[in-house]
């Protein structure tokens, strides 16, 4: 697992991602592990668990600023 | 005592390797290899769950991540995430609500429920289904069914991974003839050498043991009580319940990491923070504190204090804990930091004091709740819990079985 907590772009359909826009490179989701949500405080923070291929992101919503954040990526 | 001849009513569910199959599911890449969930990932980090496949190499709960590399190097080990297992466990317990209203979540990956209508095999089945199509395709659970809650729990154990199995008047004899005493919840070493010291050397003759003999096994009356649990019967809640609550202490424990080692006061702040949290939350109020320390040269200290009053508010339990750890003659190059309060009970009515407010204090300690539980824990803390939120991380306690 490598952190990096960066702002992504996301496209979305259905409320769940298709494709990343990270570092001017698309990613297309091609699975969805998990989709969680917890609070921080008084936000509700939306979770996906993704795979684009062989490489495994985890995205990070923050539903009071509708901002997109790729906190981890995982290649096997 | 017959066994009970009703027909089966209870449903125990368990998430096999809970945090590591959740772990899993998040991550497809990480299915079917040997992954642990631990504490810290570092050598000396306990692990907390080992998947499957990890199991089948011989890892196991509890072990350290160090000896779990001896025996596979490439072993892939993450942090825990609570808010990830909460949320799973939040859509079981939905998916089990909508066949019961009587459903009791036993700890972070276990379900007991109660059902009377029968056809409980069906529903077992359905449920499983439902929880790999509604929470993931990974996720397996193993479901136990019989006539108590504790014969539900033993046979959900019978069959790992994604078992479903079943105890009742029928097969009680040919599933307690396959079992060790060891296999039954709450028989460890130390129970079964007592029960070895009374003739008991099997389940069943566990099963066929007099009730007098099993009280003075056990001392008393945990004797009958195991009698009725191993015969298919609940024990009646009143029976059951000692006292007001039936949590009997509340409290919190953290590990340092080597750099934190000696920063023994504000991780006690944070740990009363956390405890008190919990104990108001619960509507509750101690007389009791308790603390244990641990060094990282193996010497470890623990007292204990019985308190003249009442207490609920987290300044207060410092207050009586920081007593208990300037006796102590361990204070610095700490591993382990425990903390518990005892004697609980209701915090329906107030002690009023001659020199304190006590009104005031207890309206000023829920604003505060109030506002840590809207903007998160530790939004307005003690001054002296000088540490970063990420010091006493979030953890998921290990619930009653």
């Known amino acids: 697992m490598r952190n990096i907590s960066e702002h992504v772009n996301v496209v979305l359909r259905d409320n769940t991602p298709l494709s990343i826009t990270w570092k001017n490179r698309d990613y297309k989701v091609t699975k969805i592990g998990l989709q969680h949500n917890y609070y921080e405080g008084k936000t509700l923070i939306h979770i996906f668990s993704v795979l684009s291929g062989d490489l495994f992101l985890r995205l990070k919503f923050d539903s009071k600023n509708l901002t997109w954040n790729l906190m981890e990526i995982y290649q096997a | ?401």
């Open chain 2, 1 to 401: 005592m017959e066994f009970n001849g009703n027909l089966p009513s209870i449903i125990h569910l368990d998430i096999n390797s809970c945090f590591a199959t959740i772990e899993q599911q998040a991550n497809p890449l990480l299915r079917d290899k040997p992954i642990v969930v631990a504490a810290y990932t570092t050598n000396s980090g306990c692990i907390l769950a080992a998947s499957v496949t990890a199991k089948k190499m011989g890892i196991k709960t509890g072990m350290r991540v160090i000896d779990a590399k001896r025996i596979y190097p490439l072993l892939i080990t993450l942090l825990p995430d609570p808010p990830k297992y909460r949320f799973v466990h939040q859509k079981i317990k939905k998916i089990l609500k909508s066949y019961s209203d009587k459903v009791i979540p036993k700890s972070i990956d276990e379900f007991s429920m109660k059902i009377v209508t029968g056809g409980l095999w069906l529903v077992a089945s359905e449920i499983k289904k439902r929880i790999r199509q509604e929470v993931g395709e990974y996720i397996t659970v193993s479901i136990g069914i019989s006539t108590n809650k504790y014969l539900a729990k033993v046979a959900s154990n019978l069959q790992k991974p994604d078992g479903l199995s079943e105890i009742n008047s029928g097969n009680f004899l040919e599933v307690f003839s396959k079992l060790k005493l060891t296999d039954l919840t709450g028989i460890k070493r130390g129970n079964s050498i007592r029960l070895n010291r009374f003739g008991i050397k099997s389940v069943l003759d566990f099963y066929n043991a007099p009730v007098w003999k099993l009280k003075l096994a056990f001392g008393g009356i945990e004797g009958l009580y195991w009698h009725l649990k191993l015969h298919g019967f609940e024990i009646s809640q009143s029976a059951e319940r000692l006292g007001i609550f039936k949590q009997k202490m509340y409290g919190n424990s953290y590990a340092p990491p080597p750099n934190k080692k000696d920063q023994a006061l504000p991780i006690i702040s944070k740990l009363c923070e956390k405890t008190g949290f919990r104990l108001r939350k619960e509507k509750a109020k101690v007389s009791g504190v308790y603390l244990y320390l641990h060094d990282r040269e193996g010497k470890s200290w623990h007292m204990g204090k019985k308190l003249s009053k009442d207490v609920f508010k987290t300044a207060d339990i410092y207050k009586e804990i920081k007593n208990l750890f300037l006796k102590s003659d361990i204070k610095k190059n700490l591993r382990n930091i425990a903390i518990s309060t005892f004697n609980l009970k209701k915090a329906d009515s107030l002690q009023l004091e001659m020199f304190e407010d006590v009104c005031k204090k207890s309206s000023l300690t829920k604003a505060v709740d109030r506002i840590n539980k809207k903007y998160g824990l530790y939004t307005i803390h003690s001054g002296r819990m000088i540490l970063d939120s990420t010091v006493v991380q979030d953890r998921i306690a290990f619930g009653q079985s």
